[in-house]
């Protein structure tokens, strides 16, 4: 009998292997990558202490773009990227969460580097 894969269950395990390799300290904290269907989320941790220090979503007010696309992503790249040189941020790891390093996910990525966030 053929089983249908748990496509979240595999995103999970794949971000479970990442995150082992994967930590982010008060230095160089973890910028964390999170997508839905109707939203993008991203935000910088510091594991060490178990705090948030930077969270940009497209449900903020100053994002424009409301939608999962790769639109709004630049945004969000650009917006956290600004954020956390706010905050005297300005390397991090980058921590995909499971999902490939391709559109959505990536324009986040680029749109940072741009911004002035190294990883």
Do not use: W
């Not at 910028?31 to 969270?55: F, H, M, P, S, W």
């Amino acid at each position: 009998m053929i089983t249908k894969i748990d496509r979240k269950l595999e995103r999970q395990r794949r971000h479970k292997r990442v995150r082992t390799k994967i930590s982010g300290t008060t230095e160089v904290p973890r910028l964390a990558v999170c997508r839905t269907n109707q939203n993008i989320i991203a935000q910088i941790i510091d594991d060490t202490k178990g705090e948030t220090l930077v969270y940009v979503s497209t449900l903020d007010k100053d994002i424009k773009t409301k939608k999962a696309n790769k639109e709004a992503a630049k945004e969000v790249g650009t917006s956290i990227a600004k954020k956390a040189a706010k905050k005297n941020i300005e390397t991090v790891v980058f921590d995909r969460g499971g999902y490939i390093y391709h559109g959505v996910v990536k324009e986040i990525a680029e749109a940072a580097r741009e911004a002035g966030l190294k990883f």
